[in-house]
């Protein structure tokens, strides 16, 4: 069964410093996402892309952060200058079929960034 | 916010089935309810969405009420791999975020 993955499974870095989150959707899927979730607390929107631009964001993604689709089967996120509080585990999404009536989204697993 | 409230916690013995409650009170006609779960802190799984009729899938299957104010998860024979936090998640019509909220923890016990 196809699935969403995700690397590295986990990122240490130093405060300041720039990370890149890299997942690969289901092959065809269309639409693409990334979420976080601080530990313990929920998971949050942070941002969804569709034909190569941002289609709809949260307040957390700033101006920190970017997402790209570099070629036809990664999808990044980056954090430009990441502070403490990035600390999190970072949720990458797919969905959608071209003509599709599905209307899931489905998760890869997760990448753990530690900033310290 | 969350368009929907669950109970923070429920225990399951093993083998019998977990009925999981969330009320959406304010859902609109168009908007869909959709149920995920997470195991420790891994991405959520995707268990079933429906609109206004019974769903059924090899997973589970989910009840909403007539008046779409409440619906129900069914995992007809839980096992111990089902503990996780389940979320009941209404996706808001005309957007493509899903809004997490705080989940059900389903404990399953042997």
């Known amino acids: 069964e196809p699935e969403v993955t995700q690397t590295p499974s986990h990122q240490v870095t130093q405060m300041g410093q720039e990370v890149i989150l890299r997942c690969v959707p289901i092959s065809n899927h269309l639409y693409f996402y990334w979420y976080r979730q601080i530990l313990g607390q929920k998971v949050e929107f942070l941002v969804s892309f569709y034909n190569n631009e941002i289609s709809e964001k949260s307040e957390i993604f700033d101006d920190q952060f970017s997402v790209e689709r570099p070629d036809g089967s990664n999808f990044t996120l980056k954090i430009r200058s990441t502070k403490l509080e990035d600390s999190a585990m970072y949720f990458c999404?797919?969905?959608?079929?071209?003509?599709?009536?599905?209307?899931?989204?489905?998760f890869g697993p997760g990448t753990r960034l530690t900033v310290l | 916010d969350a368009k929907t409230t669950q109970p923070p916690s429920m225990d399951c013995a093993e083998g019998r089935a977990a009925n999981l409650p969330c009320n959406h009170s304010?859902?609109?006609?168009?908007?869909?309810v959709y149920w995920y779960r997470q195991i420790h802190s891994q991405g959520p799984q995707y268990i079933i969405h429906g609109l206004k009729n019974n769903e059924t899938n090899e997973m589970a299957s989910l009840i909403i009420t007539e008046d779409r104010k409440s619906s129900t998860l069914i995992l007809p024979h839980a096992t111990l791999r089902d503990t996780a936090v389940y979320y009941c998640?209404?996706?808001?019509?005309?957007?493509?975020?899903?809004?997490f909220g705080t989940g059900t923890r389903l404990q399953v016990f042997p």
């Open positions: 304010t859902i609109s006609g168009n908007e869909y």
């Open positions: 998640i209404v996706r808001v019509y005309n957007t493509d975020k899903l809004i």
């Open positions: 999404a797919s969905k959608g079929l071209a003509g599709s009536i599905t209307d899931t989204q489905y």
